[in-house]
């Protein structure tokens, strides 16, 4: 059960959008299902109108009207208690049950006889768009003898409420509280404040390079406004794509003046966070797009874009050398970034590595792969550390080979999720996984490899590794997660696994071949990108989406779960 808390001061407002249509027809039968007492005394279960609505309201808000108290921020306290779509439909009676409970739990009540109480309704209106039974509480945060109702860390006591109600009520329990991790999420406001910056530049830049007369973004009727945006949200929010690029960076890097370079290599505005004072000490940064002419940049801390891209987090876990000289290289690069200089030294990003690195990576990955079968089942922090690390190498391949995320950065994200744990995970040199960072390096240089035969090896260990991390959350009872392993990783690297070549397609060429077949591939290798040719790669410059690219036709890979014929990847 997931609580979603907001504040304000119109309780009439409130009251009327929740036994309103909703924004797309979505509530049906509005009607109360618990309350304060001299609240359900007056109305029943029956559906609610406007009229009945601004009745509640104005029952709700007699004590602060009646006695003048103002309270910051807004007096009315709205929560929503919502369910995932696979738990279906409580009754009514189970409702009103977890609503009383969940407002003894946030201190609303009278505290058994020693606070004067809130009053307080819940709305239930049907099924969410996403098929999700849920309900709506309003509190009025003034008691009926004029005090406040204290809503210190509001978020978090309701989080522990929950958790808590999910016990006694027996519904299903958050799997991330369970394995103690959590994403950063965006509540819908976010989603469609950007989804509307960015339908309008994108419409304003078509409308430019068309030349044609059409009309600016303001003169477009709303209906069309609409569309646009609606269409905006339909797509990846943006905070996905900066945390495979600062993700994917981070992995690649060998020390922090190397993590900003490379953070700025893929097109990031990069601002750092000087301590107090100081001009040599960053605390933390933030990252943005590029924005479009006209337009201010949107800026997102580390913290904002995943649990463990915040700068402490990346320095302990990344093992970064800790020395002056690091200390004043990165300095230097966190200056160069917030001024928007040049970088200030080149690091081993601007070198090609040494071809036989792909050898020499493929045996340790394939040691790695045996290594994550002696892993205990109970050793979080260490399956943690694995699914960190490999996330930012397909994030990192992900920087070097899409232009815009696309399979190979959704693998990486839905992988991420089992790595972006309340707690500090131990280091790649302390896990054992450095193999994956070195791999993350040698993916972002494009003119690295050995061969196509070495490289197809190479991207087959890292499936090997989302494989265990997909059987570890399996065998933990993280079924959800479990299944975005399968859907998004698992499924995405089968379809990219289908575009790498076979042991039986890169035998050696034989004498003898024609010569109209060996026109054509010569014919095909020019057609390919410089520095693909240059290093022989199997990696496509451009990996097509499912979506847009029929499937290759395999006998051992299913095309529609993207799953071999025995399940696993």
């Not at 087959?460 to 399968?486: M, W």
Request: net charge positive; charged share 30%; with cysteine.
């Amino acid at each position: 059960m997931m609580p979603n808390i907001t504040r304000g001061d119109r309780m009439a407002g409130l009251m009327v959008y929740l036994v309103g249509p909703g924004r797309a027809n979505e509530h049906e039968d509005q009607h109360l299902v618990a309350g304060d007492g001299p609240l359900l005394a007056w109305h029943d279960d029956n559906e609610l109108s406007r009229d009945s609505a601004l009745d509640i309201a104005r029952h709700l808000d007699r004590p602060r009207k009646a006695l003048g108290v103002e309270v910051a921020r807004g007096h009315v306290w709205h929560c929503s208690l919502s369910l995932s779509p696979e738990e279906g439909e409580l009754s009514d009676e189970q409702w009103r049950d977890i609503a009383e409970d969940f407002i003894a739990q946030m201190e609303f009540d009278d505290n058994e006889g020693t606070k004067a109480p809130c009053r307080w309704a819940a709305v239930r209106h049907g099924l969410s768009k996403n098929g999700g039974d849920h309900i709506h509480l309003a509190v009025n945060l003034v008691r009926e003898d004029g005090t406040k109702a204290v809503v210190h860390e509001d978020f978090r006591r309701a989080q522990q409420a929950a958790r808590e109600l999910e016990k006694r009520h027996g519904l299903v329990q958050l799997e991330s509280a369970q394995a103690q991790r959590a994403t950063r999420g965006y509540k819908p406001g976010e989603r469609e404040a950007q989804a509307r910056r960015t339908a309008r530049g994108r419409y304003e830049s078509q409308r430019r390079q068309s030349g044609e007369a059409m009309p600016p973004w303001a003169r477009l009727s709303s209906q069309e406004r609409r569309r646009r945006v609606q269409e905006e949200m339909r797509r990846d929010h943006p905070r996905h794509a900066l945390a495979t690029r600062v993700r994917g960076a981070a992995a690649a890097a060998g020390d922090e003046a190397e993590f900003v370079r490379r953070m700025r290599g893929t097109g990031l505005l990069v601002r750092p966070r000087f301590a107090d004072g100081r001009t040599d000490v960053v605390t933390g940064f933030s990252v943005a797009e590029r924005p479009r002419r006209g337009e201010r940049p949107i800026w997102y801390g580390g913290g904002r874009l995943a649990r463990d891209l915040t700068l402490p987090r990346l320095r302990a876990e990344q093992g970064w050398p800790d020395t002056p000289t690091g200390a004043s290289a990165a300095a230097e690069e966190w200056t160069a970034a917030k001024r928007q200089r040049r970088i200030a030294r080149p690091g081993r990003e601007a070198a090609a590595p040494d071809p036989q690195q792909w050898q020499a990576l493929t045996s340790e990955l394939d040691q790695l792969s045996r290594r994550l079968g002696s892993i205990g089942i109970d050793d979080r922090d260490a399956w943690a550390g694995v699914a960190r690390e490999g996330a930012g190498v397909l994030a990192a391949w992900s920087n070097a080979v899409e232009d815009e995320p696309g399979e190979l950065a959704a693998a990486s994200e839905a992988l991420s999720r089992s790595g972006q744990t309340y707690r500090h995970t131990p280091t790649p040199q302390q896990n054992g996984n450095r193999s994956l960072s070195k791999t993350a390096g040698v993916l972002t240089a494009a003119s690295a490899g050995q061969g196509r035969m070495g490289q197809a090896v190479l991207i087959r260990q890292l499936l090997r590794t989302a494989q265990a991390v997909h059987d570890h959350a399996a065998a933990t009872g993280q079924a959800r997660q479990a299944r975005t392993l399968a859907r998004t990783t698992r499924a995405q690297l089968v379809h990219v696994r289908a575009q790498l070549p076979t042991p039986s397609t890169v035998a050696p060429q034989r004498q003898g071949v024609d010569e109209q077949g060996q026109a054509a591939r010569e014919a095909a290798q020019v057609s390919q990108p410089r520095a693909a040719r240059q290093m022989g790669s199997p990696i496509p410059s451009k990996i097509t989406p499912t979506a847009q690219r029929a499937r290759p036709q395999s006998p051992t890979v299913d095309a529609q779960k993207g799953e071999d014929r025995d399940g696993r990847a």
